[in-house]
């Protein structure tokens, strides 16, 4: 994978020393000095200043000699990956999933919890509970956690740190969530959307282009997307890019709460699918109930069922994937990415149906169909990809080099 450039131009040091760690980040077994100005076209004596400060400031660690032809042996520079740890909490209205990852982006413990109590005092309690639980069970000093990052489904006030509304968690009205977690963990707290939170994860673990722009999208107990532009997350002016619940992918289809007909809120979600299926015969019985964990089983029937042969069940996933179709053109369409990336709870048990069925659907929507194909994977991160990424958005403001760190004050 290719790093950023840095700048030899004074007052840059902010941004250098990101690039430097980047690029000893993405390099996965480490980068000698020279190795180090050759990727990020720092000069020499740039590299030995910033490396020397973030040696002391016990970011980075020298690991070794390599001796490659005649001249000096090459000190090898890797990050220090006890040095700092995040935690990164997924909030889901039926799971809660934890994770402590260390500076290098490894997941060093991880633990879920069902999202029972809907008060969200009482939820924000376990959260507290369970991330020092989380922080024990791996034996670190708690000050060298940089943070707790908390991925939620929006919309968010970013700026006061409040979670407003979601259309799946009953009872969460502009609950100001990062500041009673700081309140009840002692520890800084990042709140973001679990779709950006999903993009960062993939930016992370990823070995795409340093220009990487692709679309996610995120199926959780609702759908979302999410943007990543030239490599950086694109948040929109209010951080809540990727409302996609009210966009119409089925004109034909049920009713809305928002007065529309066939949004993807009715026809796309896993509430909505499982509905599908109940009045297609799938299952036996009564139909289930419509709380989260209700849905989360009954869907998970639904894809077991499918991937059995069930040809109903298939139906109702195809034609889910259909729908889904409309959703990830229109983006894409507008959006003019290089590919696209699925990803969330739910998408392991979808992946095999929708990898099957999209690309296809998107190829025949696709504006751009005469010029490219647009690649469809699912994400390298797993089910976990909200939690994990918010991890990596606590460490990523620590070790991502910022366009906006080049603004010069007068």
Known sequence: ?????????????????????????????????????????????????ITRRLIED????????IINGPGKPRITLRLNAGSHFSVGVHLDPALMTFVLMDLTGRVVERVTKRTQDKDPRAIVDVMARTINELIQAAGIDRALVAGVGVAAPGPLDAEKGTVIDPPKLQGWHRVPLRGILEEATGLPVTLEKDTTAAVVGELWTGRGPADDSFVFVYLGTGVGAALARDGEVVGGSSRNFGEVGHIVVDAEGPPCSCGARGCVEVVCTPQAIV?????????????????????????????????????????????????????????????DVDRVVLGGPFWSRLSEVYLLELPEQLERRSAT??????????????DDVGAVGAACVVLDSVLTPRASHLLLKA
């Open 58 to 65: 016990d970011l980075i660690a020298e690991a070794g000699r």
């Open 275 to 335: 509905e599908q299926a109940e009045r297609g015969g799938v299952f036996l019985g009564d139909r289930e109930g419509t709380d989260a964990d209700s849905v989360d089983e009954r869907f998970t029937q639904l894809c077991e069922h499918a991937a059995a042969g069930d040809v109903a069940a298939l139906d109702v996933l195809r034609e889910a994937a259909k729908r889904l179709a409309v959703l990830i053109a229109a983006l894409t369409n507008v959006l």
């Open 1 to 49: 994978m290719s790093t950023r450039r840095g700048t030899n131009l004074p007052r840059m040091g902010d941004f250098n020393q990101s690039v430097i760690l980047e690029a000893i980040r993405l390099s996965g077994d480490g980068l000698s000095r020279i190795e180090l100005s050759e990727a990020t076209g720092l000069s020499a004596q740039t590299v030995t200043n």
């Open 369 to 382: 169909r005469a010029i490219r194909s647009l690649p469809i994977a699912g994400t390298v991160v797993g």
